[in-house]
């Protein structure tokens, strides 16, 4: 037994080690659970490059987003913790040969600039879970390239993508059908919604072609997107605050932390929906509850990123079968 003292031996100390082991470790190739490194936790995140929206025919499937495309309630607001474009990204690694854990900017660094780590891939809810924060912004460009939407089974059960779409697009679990932070649908979300658009009889024999990313029809993609937007939007109207309420509350947060005459013995803050015009409960302004905000707005506008993208997206390839179908 390691006899440590009656102090570390409580829930509360295995929870803190638990977490410390979880979040601050450096990967070693001595040890599966990872070492300490002195100075090693101190990186603020970086995430990895972007994955790529899906292409057809050589290019983009969906149409960028400019700023008349998103409401305003979900531009310009200010997150707690952003990356800019132009971070100077580090990586680590164990040398074996000198036995240390060497830290090292990709790029060149000006004196005092702070160098970024990537700790891996990570949607903002694991980021949270594990680091306690998330990267958020509303902007056009999502600031965690990597953040997702799952998609609900019902939902697309509904939508007509049924089990045997998502079996034959090598899916496996729902956990593969989910939305990119840009909006776009993963790879195998839109491969299961590619067979979906085909009769049943047909997909057996069309599903080899829709897992290596192929178009199946030009109508079946737009389907297939129109289907996305329809689930998206259908979503923000079930939640039970829309990204305005949020946004509102996001505001009433920050107010009162930069209100000086706010006591911090105040637990709750009484503010007007101006929406409903009804009286709603803030709870105290604390990190958590912003960070919790934060992230309800990050997931509701990847929902509105993907509806707004593949109503614009299916529009663009009726039209083109319109034009197609008319000129001959």
Sequence with gaps: ELELPKKLRGAGAWLWAAATVASRTVYVPFDAAGALCPFGDLFNYAPPPAPSDPETDGGSLLPELDHDDLCPSTLNWQPSRELQASAVCGEGNY????????FWARSPCKCGEQVFMCYGQYTNLELAEL?????????????????????????LHQAGVHEDCVRLAGAGGGGELYLLASGAPSFSLLSA????????????????????????????????LARIASICRELLCALPTSLSDDRRQLQELDLSLSDAS????????KITDEAENERVSLPRAEPHYRMALEWRLCFKTILLRAAVRCEKGSALLRNKLFTANTSA
């Excluded at 912004?137 to 939902?155: E, F, K, Y």
């Excluded at 067979?195 to 737009?222: C, K, M």
């Excluded at 706010?262 to 803050?269: D, K, V």
């Design 193 to 224: 919604l590619r067979l979906a658009s085909v009769p049943p009889h047909e997909r057996a024999a069309l599903s080899g072609l829709a897992v290596t990313g192929e178009r199946l029809s030009q109508q079946g993609d737009a389907d297939a």
């Design 262 to 269: 706010t006591a911090p013995s105040i637990t709750e803050r």
């Design 95 to 102: 040398n074996e040969h000198t036995r240390e854990y060497e």
């Design 131 to 155: 680091y306690g924060f998330l990267l958020s912004g509303a902007d056009l460009v999502p600031a965690n390239a990597h953040d997702t939407v799952i998609m609900p089974s019902p939902m």
